[in-house]
């Protein structure tokens, strides 16, 4: 019940309380007092008409008597006069009926107005000649009675209007910062930390609205507070202090991370590039100087990178320098390792260096399936090559040759991924999300396969980097969409499914107009559906993100982070584009058990996204031991081959 | 029944107490006091004794009290005393005469429908007068207690008195005590004045 109805309440129930009293009171009151007029009334007339009567009494004339009780009869208001001699015998005697006009039946009957009787003596000199017997008639009493009752029912009335006119707009104008203490509220919840700038002059709320704003004030310090500690842990345990590059750990996790994925990322480069005698510039040029040069190269490299999506670039020791990218090939690789030379050499004309010695770099290319030490001991092979070439030269060790000659060669991926296309012929695998608990299915990831000769099913890993080489990853995603929302989602009884978004498709401009269009036809899912894209893309296109985001929430459907805390950027984004869930990188699962520092960190990111109510899932995970330390970290969902690999859909 | 509990109740109520007494006689002397005895006596008559005896020792004895005016007694136009006022004070006015004789013949226990306080002209003094008539039956002939004619006569015999209207006491009184009623209470004049009229009137309902 709203406060304004209490208040009716109450002032109606006061009101009739207040009119039943009165009333009361008026009403005896009016009675008692109506009560003696009628008596004094009735005396008066009984008196006069006696003291009038008396002669005519003494002379007989009753004539004169019966005249004279007639006029006072017919011109007042009684109700019974009655003449009697002394022996008792009525001379004269008048009655009208108790007929009140306007007054109700039930008024008369409950509220009893006992007209007095009043009598007097009729003198017939000194001896008692009779008796006159008056009453006197209680209607305009009753008149005035109903009247004192119907006007006070009126004021009473009118007054209760007033009050709750009154009431109504009093509890307007008091619940105004309520109103508004409700709104900041709720915008609190949403993250939103807006102060309240009216103070209203009530002093109880105005104390109110002033605690909200600092509370509010406070809440919003200790979410930037969290989110930059957070951003903080981060960079001490993954970032090298010197250059701002990675560190050796979060190169190591990262590698491996890579190399066990299944659906992305074939085809990658490992790049390690050494400065060379790196220990005698110090003891020539001193430690400034080297520092210098450190973060000189960090730079070229960085600066080398900036068109390549899904780099990492860590400083692993001392002149030792490691670039992983995930989608490169052979060829480009040589180019850029080449280039990289190139430009650090120019070290020593910008005389950061002392020598024309500069550098090495040598480049293994890698595909998943491989081991760590596999591509890093290749790598480093590569530089051993350089070095045997001589200083400033890379080499780049091409991928080892594929024993099983059922795996396709490039240009029949080309054609398999085309004709996929062509023929819309696609396989859809899923891999089951649960619950941190493990005890619901909190959505199912859809996977894209592509069939081979003789019920072989080809993983996204073999043919995505080939499909995005070639411009038709955009392809790939779209057909995976409309098959999902066209032919899965429309019954009921489907899981909740979850559909990646390649980077590819995103810069493509066409893709979004294809994407509205795709939703607006399907129109609102029946199951919930939930797009994902990687957290690079989020980071280095969020205009196009926001939109994509957009789109798909005023449709009805839901929007994700994938590979979230991998690259080092800031939370900032979740503020605004508030994703439904975000999964955890699997660059933090690796060490997980071991680590504290892992394990601090992915409770952080945790709390980050809680804070602003965001799911968090974690991916691939692979052993009980993860799964026991992300439930106690507080992640929400798990996800990997030690929760359930994939199935067809 | 109800008349013996109305007698029960005038034979308690008008017999004086010692309090009344001892203030009677602090304000007014003993003499007042011997007055108020006196009359306490009187009311103790027997009361199966003939009326027209009752009637006569009630006339004579107060018949015995000074004639006031109530403007030189009371500094009042018109002052109505109660029996005690009028006894202590050792004075009063016609209408306190046949005031003081109604009270106590009622309480000697004469019907009220027998005693009429009549309103009369006094042919001689040319005075509005008021006397206590008596009537043995409604339809006789009353019998006349006045303070201006020591004896009882009946009313044809007073030709020098004109009649003009009777009321029944007990009305009449209630309607006086009305206004009068506020007058002693507004004058504070003695709580236990008041308190008698009160009691006075309380014997009249």
Redesign the interface.
Known sequence: MTLYRQIVLVVVALSILMFAGTAIIKVQDTQRYLSSQLESHAQDTATSLGLSLSPQMANNDDATMISMVDAIFDRGYYEDIVLRRITGEVIWSRHSDVNIEGVPAWVVGMLKLEAPEANSIIMSGWQQGGEIYVKSHPGFAYRTLWNTITNMLWWFSGLTVVLLLIAGVAVRLLLQPLNRLEAQALSISDRQFDEIKEIPRTRELRNLIKAMNYMTGKVKQMFEQQSESTEKLRSLAFQDPLTGLQNRRYFDAALNSILNETEEHQEGALFLVQILDLQAINQRLGFDAVDELLKATGEILRDCLTDIDDTIVARLSGGDFAIIIEHINEERSGELANEICRRLMRLHAEDMIDTDNVCLTGVAMYSTGMSYSDVLSRADNALQTARVQGVNTCFVYAAPEKVDDVVPGRQEWIDIVQEAIASENIILHAQDVLSADKNNLLHKEVLLRLPGPNGVVWTAGMFLPVAEQIGLARELDQIVIKKVLTEFCQSAMASHVAINISAASLYQPEFLSWFESMLEKAGAPATEVVFELPESTVVRDIDSVHKLANIARQYGYGFAVDHFGRGMTAFGYLKSLRPDYVKLDGLYMTDLVNSPDDRFFVGSLCKVAHSLDITTIAETVENDEQLKVLRELGVDGVQGFGIGRPAPL | MLQSIAFIAIAESLLLDEKILSYVEKQHGLTARHRLESWDDLMRLERSIPERDKLQQVNDFFNQLRFVSDESHWQQKDYWATPIEFLSTNGGDCEDFALAKYFTLRELGVSDKKL?L?YVKAIKLRQAHMVL?Y?ET?????L?LDNLDAEIRR??LRRDLV??????GK?LWL?KEREQGRLVGKSSRISRWTDIIKRMQSINK
Do not use: Q
């Open positions: 009429r009549t008539s009537f409604p339809s006789s002939e009353p006349i009313a044809s009649p003009v209207y009777s009321f029944n009305g309607a």
